[in-house]
């Protein structure tokens, strides 16, 4: 043994390096190792967890749910002829499938991925989805280390004894041989069948026999001997150890849902509310601003209808008022998985409140993060994940119509961390609100970075999807698209960005003159003009006009990943729309669950809403 690896003469697993020319044959070895394929099918739903990645058109790999929006497999799945992995978007288009053991149904989700973070050292990494996958529970992390004689369980969708591209999932019994600092040594028990396969890379290997299956490792290197289409016949393998990475795991699996923000529009866009989930827990929560300038926190109890903000609601904060901090941004500004709350003072002064989470004392110490942000120093704020690094960045819009990109460090140790004037870059012009009334951001190719959509003066709606390179240059928007015709506010006085059916993507919600609301489905294609929002564009409400429903507060209220829908009415009564995620056709998207979630909301109790 030598670095965690078995040394051995001969063959070795490098033979099994290289790219495979048919769809879903995987890798198992120097490159994307194996996972368990020889075994018996797994049908328990308790391995819900289990995930095929399929990586560019050509290989398939395994891996694990191990929190809502995070899957573990192995670092060399993702590699690119035998280069190195690095942080940030995958090298070739990369899904993941998870919740379906039998590939053939239709069960779990399916989910672009769009970041990788690889272990410095080890085989191993994980990579972002580019939603969260409800209903799924994430596999447990085990923290003991398996030793020598122990029985574990190792699963993947790679090649079996007797298929070629298997569609389900299987598992196969494998006794550990030996424990090294970052590995397993371990063999098929009964020594009939294969342990790892091709296609099995990056796949789990669980501690079994507790309430839950325990993740302890995942597919390294094996010798695929028993597997099909292969001579060889040993039947031992190579894990990598996860047992010793619980805590490294949880550091960079944040939840994402909070990093594209929100910001209290002007005019007719005033009347639209995109809250923040200032607990953490993927549900999104609502602000109110008493008159007197407190702050109240109505945290989201995920039930629609019914007791959607169940009491108390208790004064997270004070001097709010509208004189005092004139524009309020949420978003999740140190990429802990939080929203926090920015407020800009009337001086023009930033400052930002990271979230603790906790509603009883919801906000840390604020942070200056700038100056000079005065209503005509930058007329208007974007939010957003511009470089799609997990944190919300802010792109502002000065006075001449230049739009400047200010990169978020994460860092809300003290003052002046945030945002530094030495990343700050020009990344448009000519942006003034003479040219573009509106600007909705938004994820809408589902890339993980948020892109801008910009309604000309004269009602079209043009896109700019983020390249994520914010260096000098202006990279970061290099093409624009022509995505809708006629938006004029005389025509849709609301326009809300959001995620409607769960996939990642962001979807437009139009309110009409009419008071109907339409449904715009983003097809995530940007790649020519007229593409990302195709017919149909189905009615999904009425009458949402602003003196039937003075304000809508759109988020995702149930944690299910997709944007509810929530009407103030006049009289303060709120109603809650649950989302269906059916845009096929009229009067489905929220046909669901929906009735009273609230009253007293009116907006002179409660001028504004976070």
Same mark, same amino acid.
């Given at each position: 043994?030598? &670095?965690?690896?078995?040394?051995?003469?001969?063959?070795?697993?490098?033979? *099994? +390096?290289?790219?495979?020319?048919? $769809?879903?044959?995987?890798?198992?070895?120097?490159?994307?190792?194996?996972?368990?394929?020889?075994?018996?099918?797994?049908?328990?739903?308790? =391995?819900? =967890?289990?995930?095929? *990645? +399929?990586?560019? #058109? #050509?290989?398939?790999?395994?891996?694990? *749910?191990?929190?809502?929006?995070w899957v573990i497999t192995a670092r060399s799945c993702l590699s690119v002829a035998g280069a190195p992995v690095v942080a940030g978007p995958p090298a070739r288009p990369t899904t993941a499938t998870v919740g379906r053991l039998d590939l053939t149904t239709t069960a779990g989700q399916v989910r672009v991925? %769009?970041? $990788?973070?690889?272990?410095?050292?080890? %085989?191993?990494?994980?990579?972002?989805?580019?939603?969260?996958?409800?209903?799924?529970?994430? $596999?447990? *992390?085990?923290?003991?280390?398996?030793?020598?004689?122990?029985?574990?369980?190792?699963?993947?969708?790679?090649?079996?004894?007797?298929?070629?591209?298997? %569609?389900?999932?299987?598992? $196969? #019994?494998?006794?550990?041989?030996?424990?090294?600092?970052a590995g397993l040594d371990v063999a098929n028990q009964d020594g009939s069948g294969p342990t790892t396969c091709r296609g099995d890379a990056g796949g789990p290997t669980v501690r079994t026999g507790g309430a839950r299956p325990e993740l302890v490792a995942v597919h390294d290197t094996s010798w695929q001997g028993g597997c099909l289409g292969e001579t060889e016949t040993r039947r031992n393998a190579v894990e990598a150890r996860t047992d010793d990475l619980v805590t490294w795991i949880r550091q960079n699996t944040p939840s994402n849902c909070n990093a594209q923000g929100g910001t209290a529009g002007t005019g007719d866009q005033a009347t639209v509310v995109l809250p923040g989930d200032f607990t953490g827990d993927c549900k999104d929560d609502v602000l109110g601003q008493l008159t007197n300038g407190d702050l109240r926190l109505y945290q989201s109890s995920g039930t629609i209808p019914g007791t959607l903000f169940p009491t108390p609601f208790p004064i997270v904060g004070a001097g709010w008022t509208a004189a005092e901090k004139p524009r309020v941004i949420v978003g999740d500004f140190n990429g802990d998985g939080k929203s926090d709350l920015m407020a800009q003072w009337a001086d023009g002064d930033l400052t930002v409140?990271?979230?603790?989470?906790?509603?009883?004392?919801? =906000?840390?110490?604020?942070?200056?993060?700038?100056?000079?942000?005065?209503?005509?120093?930058?007329?208007?704020?974007?939010?957003g994940d511009f470089n799609g690094d997990g944190r919300t960045d802010l792109i502002g819009q000065v006075g001449n119509g230049e739009l400047w990109l200010w990169p978020s460090t994460g860092d809300l140790s003290g003052d002046s961390r945030l945002f530094q004037s030495a990343t700050r870059r020009t990344v448009g012009a000519g942006w003034t609100a003479a040219q573009y009334p509106r600007v909705f951001p938004g994820d809408f190719n589902g890339d993980g970075r948020t892109d801008l959509i910009g309604q000309v003066s004269d009602g079209e709606l043009w896109a700019w999807a983020s390249t994520g390179d914010g260096s000098a240059g202006n990279p970061l928007f290099p093409a624009r698209r022509t995505v809708g015709g006629d938006w004029r506010t005389s025509v849709y006085?609301?326009?809300?960005?959001?995620?409607?059916n769960g996939d990642g993507i962001t979807d437009l919600l139009a309110h009409g003159t009419d008071g109907t609301l339409r449904a715009y489905r983003s097809t995530g294609d940007l790649s020519a003009n007229g593409l990302l929002f195709p017919?149909?564009?189905?009615?999904v409400g009425a009458p949402w006009d602003k003196a039937s429903k003075p304000r809508m507060i759109v988020g995702d209220m149930t944690g299910d990943g997709r944007a509810d829908l929530l009407g103030q009415a006049a009289d303060g009564t709120l109603t809650g729309f649950e989302s269906t995620g059916d845009m096929s056709a009229d009067n489905r998207l929220?046909?669901? &669950?929906?009735?009273?979630?609230?009253?007293?909301w009116t907006t002179s109790a409660l001028p504004r809403l976070f």
């Amino acid at each position: 043994m030598s &670095n965690g690896r078995v040394v051995r003469r001969g063959r070795w697993w490098t033979a *099994l +390096a290289g790219t495979v020319a048919v $769809v879903g044959a995987g890798l198992v070895g120097g490159v994307p190792a194996g996972a368990v394929s020889g075994g018996s099918p797994v049908t328990d739903p308790a =391995f819900a =967890f289990a995930t095929r *990645l +399929a990586f560019g #058109d #050509d290989r398939t790999c395994s891996g694990a *749910l191990v929190s809502a929006q995070w899957v573990i497999t192995a670092r060399s799945c993702l590699s690119v002829a035998g280069a190195p992995v690095v942080a940030g978007p995958p090298a070739r288009p990369t899904t993941a499938t998870v919740g379906r053991l039998d590939l053939t149904t239709t069960a779990g989700q399916v989910r672009v991925v %769009n970041r $990788v973070v690889p272990h410095p050292s080890r %085989n191993i990494a994980l990579v972002r989805l580019a939603g969260p996958v409800p209903g799924i529970q994430p $596999v447990t *992390l085990g923290a003991t280390a398996p030793a020598a004689g122990d029985t574990l369980r190792a699963i993947g969708f790679g090649r079996t004894a007797t298929e070629w591209i298997p %569609n389900r999932l299987h598992g $196969v #019994d494998v006794s550990v041989a030996a424990v090294t600092t970052a590995g397993l040594d371990v063999a098929n028990q009964d020594g009939s069948g294969p342990t790892t396969c091709r296609g099995d890379a990056g796949g789990p290997t669980v501690r079994t026999g507790g309430a839950r299956p325990e993740l302890v490792a995942v597919h390294d290197t094996s010798w695929q001997g028993g597997c099909l289409g292969e001579t060889e016949t040993r039947r031992n393998a190579v894990e990598a150890r996860t047992d010793d990475l619980v805590t490294w795991i949880r550091q960079n699996t944040p939840s994402n849902c909070n990093a594209q923000g929100g910001t209290a529009g002007t005019g007719d866009q005033a009347t639209v509310v995109l809250p923040g989930d200032f607990t953490g827990d993927c549900k999104d929560d609502v602000l109110g601003q008493l008159t007197n300038g407190d702050l109240r926190l109505y945290q989201s109890s995920g039930t629609i209808p019914g007791t959607l903000f169940p009491t108390p609601f208790p004064i997270v904060g004070a001097g709010w008022t509208a004189a005092e901090k004139p524009r309020v941004i949420v978003g999740d500004f140190n990429g802990d998985g939080k929203s926090d709350l920015m407020a800009q003072w009337a001086d023009g002064d930033l400052t930002v409140w990271a979230s603790t989470g906790d509603p009883s004392r919801l =906000f840390a110490p604020g942070r200056l993060v700038g100056s000079g942000w005065t209503l005509t120093q930058y007329p208007r704020i974007f939010p957003g994940d511009f470089n799609g690094d997990g944190r919300t960045d802010l792109i502002g819009q000065v006075g001449n119509g230049e739009l400047w990109l200010w990169p978020s460090t994460g860092d809300l140790s003290g003052d002046s961390r945030l945002f530094q004037s030495a990343t700050r870059r020009t990344v448009g012009a000519g942006w003034t609100a003479a040219q573009y009334p509106r600007v909705f951001p938004g994820d809408f190719n589902g890339d993980g970075r948020t892109d801008l959509i910009g309604q000309v003066s004269d009602g079209e709606l043009w896109a700019w999807a983020s390249t994520g390179d914010g260096s000098a240059g202006n990279p970061l928007f290099p093409a624009r698209r022509t995505v809708g015709g006629d938006w004029r506010t005389s025509v849709y006085p609301r326009v809300v960005p959001a995620d409607l059916n769960g996939d990642g993507i962001t979807d437009l919600l139009a309110h009409g003159t009419d008071g109907t609301l339409r449904a715009y489905r983003s097809t995530g294609d940007l790649s020519a003009n007229g593409l990302l929002f195709p017919q149909p564009h189905p009615i999904v409400g009425a009458p949402w006009d602003k003196a039937s429903k003075p304000r809508m507060i759109v988020g995702d209220m149930t944690g299910d990943g997709r944007a509810d829908l929530l009407g103030q009415a006049a009289d303060g009564t709120l109603t809650g729309f649950e989302s269906t995620g059916d845009m096929s056709a009229d009067n489905r998207l929220f046909a669901g &669950n929906r009735g009273g979630v609230g009253s007293g909301w009116t907006t002179s109790a409660l001028p504004r809403l976070f």
